[in-house]
């Protein structure tokens, strides 16, 4: 078996911790990466219910804290430890300060507009496990003939990022045709979905 775990972006932006776990908060704490947040409590916790077995390839995938979320499972040994984690994918997400072990293959998509995956105030490492791609927000658009030019929340969108993640499906960059086939595995056959509602 093969597992796709897909994690969510910032729902709460409230400034004073709530009662969801995928709040501005938690994004605080997982910037730090001082203490584990409440949203990966929760996440390991619908892994193992899921039936994920030691061994079992894993990718994490997740757009904005959802990415931050993926990448700092990946960097962390305990999880490692219970959960054999092949691939990470994010979009718009700061991660380049969490240290992803090369056993790790990462695929980060950025907008040049969008201002979050810059948070961190580094760019990506350049490592054989981990292609960047940054992309403008409004290229899928353009073909689209839509001619506004994106805002900055705009271009932070999922619905942008999706757009640029099918642009992303059909490159030719070698960098990123090999990444794929870490990736492609986990994207073909029969398999089943699974939603989990988490709280704090």
Known sequence: SRWVVQIPGTQDWSPTRTSNPVDLTSNVH???QEQQT?????????????GIQPGDPVMLTGHSQGGIAAASFAADPAFLERFTVTAVVTGGSPIARIDIPDSVSVLSVEHTQDPVPMLDGRDNPAKSNWVTVKAEADAQAIT??????????????????????????????????????TIDPFLHGEGTVTRWQISG
């Open 144 to 181: 689209r003939s839509t001619q506004q030019a994106p805002t900055p929340a705009d271009a932070h969108s999922t619905v942008r990022y999706e757009d640029t993640g099918e642009l992303v499906d059909s490159s030719s960059d070698p960098n990123v045709a090999g990444l794929r086939t």
């Open 38 to 50: 409440a949203l990966q409590r929760q996440v390991a916790k619908a892994m193992s219910a899921a």
């Open 30 to 32: 997982l910037m730090t």
